[in-house]
């Protein structure tokens, strides 16, 4: 692919954004880093601006797929043929994104999503729960062996993000894309990544989240069945 860039979406994530953006920068094969600070309340926007981000704000939080869907459209402005998504808040490590550039070559994969290591790595129990099930689920309803489907580090061709319907706004937006996908015969590949949990707080709520989950997975479920 010609042009590759990356896309963070940020909330409340000042003391980890800058480090995150710089780390990407510094990578050979990037475009360049767009940050869409999500209504944050602390000073996410200016440390990603100092940092040398290409800054989108919304002004309230609107959730991780809104934000990541601002920055996929700038993106497409921008010319990128591809997106490399991956999370503020320093538990993707950004030298890996030479590697999910190299697998998508390598496969022609249009989505490359890191799979963490959830056997070694101290993920938290209630992550890792939820995310073997969620996987699981994905996995059946888009008709491909996901392992990972909550990962938010992956690489996007450009032709998912503009021709699929996707209309999911929070995280349920990072299953719906890959069940979408898969249905439009997108070829979906996984990788595996190494995953560093310190101080970061998962905005991740898993009442409200977990519904919305299963909200989208009932809907693509009927939506098969048609």
Known sequence: M????????????EAHVGDVVRRCRVQ???????????GSAD???DAARAAGARLLT??????????LMTGFREASALGWEAAITLDADGQ??????????????????????????????????????????????????AGTPIPDSQSGYRLVARRVWELLPLS???????????????????VIVSLPIETHY??????????????????VFWSLFREGQG
Not at 199 to 215: C, L, Q
Request: proline share 6%; hydrophobic share 40%.
């Open 2 to 13: 010609s042009s590759c860039g990356v896309i963070i979406p940020a909330y409340q994530a």
């Open 28 to 38: 050979t094969e990037v475009a360049g880093v767009i940050v869409v600070d999500d």
């Open 43 to 45: 000073a996410t926007g």
């Open 58 to 67: 919304h002004l309230v939080n609107r959730g991780k797929g809104a934000a």
């Open 92 to 141: 993707h490590d950004p030298n890996d994104i030479p590697r999910f550039i190299a697998e998508s070559h390598r496969t022609r994969a249009d989505i490359v999503v890191g799979a963490r290591a959830c056997a070694s790595a101290p993920m938290p129990l209630p992550r890792r729960l939820s995310n073997r099930l969620s996987s699981a689920v994905v996995s059946r309803l």
């Open 168 to 186: 999911r706004m929070r995280y349920d937006f990072e299953s719906e894309i890959l069940i979408r996908a898969a249905r439009h015969g997108y």
């Open 198 to 215: 310190a101080d970061e707080k998962s905005h991740f709520r898993p009442f409200r989240d977990t519904a919305r989950m299963i909200g």
